[in-house]
């Protein structure tokens, strides 16, 4: 089993891993963090597949897929 951790912190919601991921278990947050961004969130953490596709994606490298 794969697990995903978001570092929300630094997350500026451009989305991009939202479209990469295969098994759609990523949505924008509804809370804004300290920079006033709406960070990425795992909606569905048990359908990871670990592809990394998001971790990959993520221009500020805030994601981290561990298998």
């Known amino acids: 089993m794969a697990s995903i951790t ?3 912190a630094q997350c ?6 939202i479209s990469a991921c ?6 924008i947050g509804t809370e804004s ?6 960070s990425a969130e795992v909606v569905q ?3 990871c ?3 990394a ?15």
């Open 53 to 67: 596709r998001c971790a990959i994606m993520c221009p500020d490298c805030c994601i981290t897929v561990m298998k």
């Open 12 to 17: 500026k919601g451009c989305a991009l891993c």
């Open 49 to 51: 597949i670990g592809c």
């Open 33 to 38: 963090n300290r920079g006033g961004y709406f």
């Open 45 to 47: 953490p048990s359908s």
């Open 6 to 8: 978001i570092n929300t």
């Open 22 to 27: 295969p098994k759609n278990i990523i949505a």
